[in-house]
């Protein structure tokens, strides 16, 4: 089946960096839009990043743009998301997600990682 798998979460103080890792099974990630998406406690999911492709512009919400950077090592089929100058704010479940289906969003989820901003 195809999957993929998020890693990389904890816990970080405020102003430091994180990066996540998403690892695909059973696909080829590079041929697919993947996108970031978070979701903090007792709020709605929202698109963090995406890539629409190798060598394309990747989407970033206003929220993290200028902190947070999408980018992928194709050879091992793996997205990332490089975050620095984490706040509060960026306290989330993370979530990477793979547009398998065109014109249909994220059909493919992972199970999402934690990350809690904290001092």
């Known amino acids: 089946q195809v999957q993929v798998v998020e890693s990389g979460g904890g816990l970080v103080q405020p102003g430091g960096s994180l990066t996540l890792t998403c690892a695909a099974f059973?696909?080829?990630?590079?041929?697919?839009?993947m996108s970031w998406y978070r979701q903090p406690p007792g709020k709605d999911r929202e698109l963090v990043a995406a890539s629409p492709g190798e060598d394309s512009t990747a989407y970033y919400s206003d929220a993290v743009k200028g902190r947070f950077t999408i980018a992928r090592d194709n050879a091992k089929n793996t997205v990332y998301l490089q975050m620095n100058d984490l706040s509060p704010e960026d306290s989330a479940i993370y979530f990477c997600t793979a547009d398998l289906r065109p014109d249909r969003g994220p059909v493919l989820w992972g199970q999402g990682t934690e990350v809690t901003v904290s001092a």
């Open positions: 059973r696909f080829t990630s590079s041929k697919y839009r």
